[in-house]
């Protein structure tokens, strides 16, 4: 058990246009999931917490007009890139915390890569 | 604030060989500590976790410890294999239930 999903698992798109990345918990309820962004040879870097049923809580430098973030559901959030421009070309990866699970138990999405031509 | 160290940034070693990996962290008082694999364009995969009042935690041929008052951690492969090529990430939590504070990984070349 204890499996996260994303999609789409990479995406092209135009620079100005907006992308959606679904982060979804399949087989349990994640109350909080983590959206992190890693670039190539780089640490992966925690972009914002999001908290179902409030408003996600983002690291210092990181736009929150610019990377929305909705979780809507205990197995769902979502981050969307807005007018994305080519140096959000990165791989966003999220994790999902159980809800009344192990405080330290955290699981890992496959991670999306995304490209901004 | 917490800052995560890894070196080397890249080791190549031969087929057989053990090798340890290194780890450390600026500010002692963490959570706990794990120890990840990323192939290349993937996600992660959590190799092991060790809590802040234990020392070491064993998987195979992989083998963690965790020393929190030098704030190192190390990462010990024995008998390497060509399957171990990955990279190795170390990520620390301050507090429970926070996200995880990650290292830059050692990419690691095992030759047959």
């Known amino acids: 058990g204890a499996v996260v999903s994303q999609h789409p698992s990479w995406v092209i798109c135009k620079s100005g246009t907006s992308v959606k990345i679904e982060c979804r918990s399949l087989?349990?309820?994640?109350?909080?999931m983590f959206w992190y962004r890693q670039f190539p040879k780089q640490s992966l870097m925690l972009m914002a917490t999001?908290?179902?049923?409030?408003?996600?809580?983002?690291e210092q430098g990181v736009e929150k007009d610019k990377f929305l973030i909705n979780h809507a559901s205990l197995t769902l959030s979502t981050l969307t890139v807005t007018s994305a421009h080519p140096e959000d070309s990165s791989f966003y990866i999220c994790?999902?915390?159980?809800?009344?699970?192990?405080?330290?138990?955290?699981?890992f999405g496959p991670g999306t890569r995304l490209t901004v031509t | 604030k917490q800052e995560v160290t890894q070196i080397p940034a890249a080791l190549s070693v031969p087929e057989g060989e053990n090798l340890v990996l290194n780890c450390s962290f600026t500010d002692s008082a963490i959570y706990n500590l794990q120890w990840f694999r990323q192939d290349p364009g993937k996600g992660l995969t959590s190799l092991l976790l060790i809590q802040s009042s234990q020392r070491e935690q064993t998987s195979g041929r992989l083998n963690a410890s965790l020393d929190k008052s030098s704030g190192r951690s190390t990462l010990y492969i024995a008998a390497s294999q060509p399957g171990d090529s990955a990279t190795y990430l170390c990520a620390v939590t301050n507090q429970a239930g926070t996200a995880l504070i990650f290292g830059k990984g050692t990419t690691l070349s095992v030759s047959s």
């Open positions: 087989d349990f309820q994640a109350t909080t």
């Open positions: 994790s999902a915390r159980r809800t009344g699970g192990l405080s330290y138990e955290q699981y």
């Open positions: 999001s908290n179902e049923g409030s408003k996600a809580t983002y």
